[in-house]
C-alpha cells in the first residue's frame, strides 16, 4: 500500500524560492550598510603648537596632501554602526618633509581613532593632528 501526502511539490518549490529571495534580499542590504560605513574623504584637524592656530584638512582617502613640513597621506577611513556613540576610525601616514634620515620614512603610520586619540597618538614636535570625520 502507497502513502500518500496531501503537500503539493509546486507548494514547496514556491516555498523554497521564496526563502531564498528573502535570504539573499537581507543579505544585499546588510552588505550595502556595510559599505555606506567606508568613506572616500577623511576630514583632519592640524593643530600648530606653536601659534595655536588649526586648519582644517579635507583628504582624499589614497591621496597625500602637503601642509607646511607635513605630508599626509589617508588611506581608509569607516564610521561606525551605532548612532549614540559615533567612532570614526582612519589610517593615515604623516610623513615630516624636514627630515632628511632616509631611515625614518613616516612620522605616523596607523590607525587613528576619533574618540581616543591616545590609543595611537601623532607624536610631532610642531603639529597635532586630530580625526574629524569620514565622508
Not at 50 to 70: P, Q, R
Request: with cysteine.
Amino acid at each position: 500500500m502507497l502513502l500518500r501526502k496531501n503537500i503539493k511539490p509546486g507548494k514547496i518549490k514556491i516555498y523554497l524560492f521564496l526563502l531564498i529571495l528573502f535570504s539573499s534580499l537581507l543579505v544585499s542590504l546588510n552588505l550595502s550598510s556595510e559599505e555606506d560605513l567606508e568613506g572616500s574623504n577623511t576630514n583632519i584637524k592640524v593643530v600648530d603648537k606653536i601659534s595655536s592656530k588649526n586648519t582644517l584638512i579635507k583628504l582624499i582617502n589614497g591621496k597625500g596632501v602637503k601642509h607646511k613640513d607635513l605630508l599626509i597621506k589617508s588611506m581608509k577611513c569607516k564610521n561606525s554602526k551605532f548612532d549614540d556613540n559615533p567612532e570614526i576610525t582612519a589610517y593615515i601616514q604623516v610623513k615630516d618633509l624636514t627630515n632628511n634620515n632616509k631611515d625614518d620614512v613616516f612620522v605616523f603610520n596607523g590607525w587613528m581613532f576619533s574618540s581616543s586619540p591616545s590609543i595611537a597618538p601623532f607624536d610631532h614636535p610642531v603639529y597635532d593632528i586630530w580625526l574629524v570625520g569620514c565622508y
